[in-house]
Nanobody, 124 residues
Framework: QVQLVESGGGLVQAGGSLRLSCAAS????????MGWFRQAPGKEREFVAA????????YYADSMKSRFTISRENNNNTVYLQMNSLKPEDTAVYYC?????????????????WGRGTRVTVSS
């Protein structure tokens, strides 16, 4: 199975930037994509971005596309989420996840492996 470990979260002022990392280990040869989701207190988990195994296709939530960038290392299983122009409403726990299907890339239920999350807090 796949194990995912996120890092890079922390406290940042509005307008600042953070770079999240997700390191994957275990069986990764069957995965289609790696994705980032976030969940704020009292809210449902929402899609942020995803990238295919090859890195040739990326997906973004419309509200984040202009500020966030997902990328993948060419020679390893590390995925990054560069977050710029952060807003207080970006405050959430950010999760890395892996899916074996392209059926519904923006749907949390389609992801079969999850990391434990990294917390991002954006102050006003």
């Amino acid at each position: 199975q796949v194990q995912l470990v996120e890092s890079g979260g922390g406290l940042v002022q509005a307008g600042g930037s953070l770079r999240l990392s997700c390191a994957a280990s275990g069986r990764t040869n069957t995965q289609y994509a790696m994705g980032w989701f976030r969940q704020a207190p009292g809210k449902e988990r929402e899609f942020v971005a995803a990238i295919s195994w090859t890195g040739r296709r990326t997906y973004y939530a419309d509200s984040m596309k202009s500020r966030f960038t997902i990328s993948r290392e060419n020679n390893n299983n590390t995925v990054y989420l560069q977050m710029n122009s952060l807003k207080p409403e970006d405050t959430a726990v950010y999760y890395c996840a892996s899916t074996d299907t392209s059926r519904s890339i923006r749907t949390p239920a389609e992801y079969n492996y999850w990391g434990r999350g990294t917390r991002v807090t954006v102050s006003s």
